[in-house]
T-cell receptor, first 115, second 113 residues
Framework: GAVVSQHPSRVICKSGTSVKIECRSL??????MFWYRQFPKQSLMLMAT?????????EQGVEKDKFLINHASLTLSTLTVTSAHPEDSSFYIC???????????FGSGTRLTVV | GNSVTQMEGPVTLSEEAFLTINCTYT??????LFWYVQYPGEGLQLLLK?????DKGSNKGFEATYRKETTSFHLEKGSVQVSDSAVYFC????????????FGDGTTLTVKP
């Protein structure tokens, strides 16, 4: 079945630095990738929709200059958290749809801790 | 807009007990419905899905039936195991639009031996 590989799985960074999270679709082309974040004991909240070759669409309240999304190819989308602060500490997870399937495949998630 | 309401947790059961986690939804049209499971420290995994009314999704002993008349998709398992301890999310999406998934708040299940 469709697999989305997400890296890194865990990252600890210092305040003010930037962190890049990658999601790769294996064995299928992901024209659209969704990025979510999940705070402790809460559900997933959609941050942005990433479309290959075009600018991402951000949900209301999500800072596009802080959360940079790049979707340069049909198999790779990246989320960069710029100038990270402790309040950005969260679980970030991507999902993509294989055109031949209904439903979406999720990456394994990245737990970001900003210290 | 779309919304998903899940039974509040946490839920604690003894091994081999019967499990029900309620899920109801609000949506226009005919969404697809999903249950995802998140084990401690891991990402979401699709547990089961149903794409039209009266469909039953099943996997690993879990079942859920898409009930359009009651807008529900309750998750059930006849005999839970300790290894079923996880957070369960009910979700919906429409394949006809951008396909954004709407999630419930999640229900934490703990199964004790």
């Amino acid at each position: 079945g469709a697999v989305v590989s997400q890296h890194p799985s865990r990252v600890i960074c210092k305040s003010g630095t930037s962190v890049k999270i990658e999601c790769r679709s294996l064995d299928f082309q992901a024209t659209t990738m969704f990025w979510y974040r999940q705070f402790p004991k809460q559900s997933l909240m959609l941050m942005a929709t990433s479309n290959e070759g075009s600018k991402a669409t951000y949900e209301q309240g999500v800072e596009k200059d802080k959360f940079l999304i790049n979707h340069a190819s049909l198999t790779l989308s990246t989320l960069t958290v710029t100038s990270a602060h402790p309040e950005d500490s969260s679980f970030y997870i991507c999902s993509a749809r294989d055109r031949g399937q209904r439903g979406y495949t999720f990456g394994s998630g990245t737990r970001l801790t900003v210290v | 807009g779309n919304s998903v309401t899940q039974m509040e947790g946490p839920v604690t059961l003894s091994e081999e007990a019967f499990l029900t986690i309620n899920c109801t939804y609000t949506a226009t049209g005919y969404p697809s419905l999903f249950w995802y499971v998140q084990y401690p420290g891991e990402g979401l995994q699709l547990l089961l899905k149903a794409t039209k009314a009266d469909d039953k999704g099943s996997n690993k002993g879990f079942e859920a039936t898409y009930r359009k008349e009651t807008t529900s998709f309750h998750l059930e398992k006849g005999s839970v195991q300790v290894s079923d301890s996880a957070v369960y999310f009910c979700a919906l999406n429409h394949n006809t639009n951008a396909g954004k998934s709407t999630f419930g708040d999640g229900t934490t299940l703990t199964v004790k031996p």
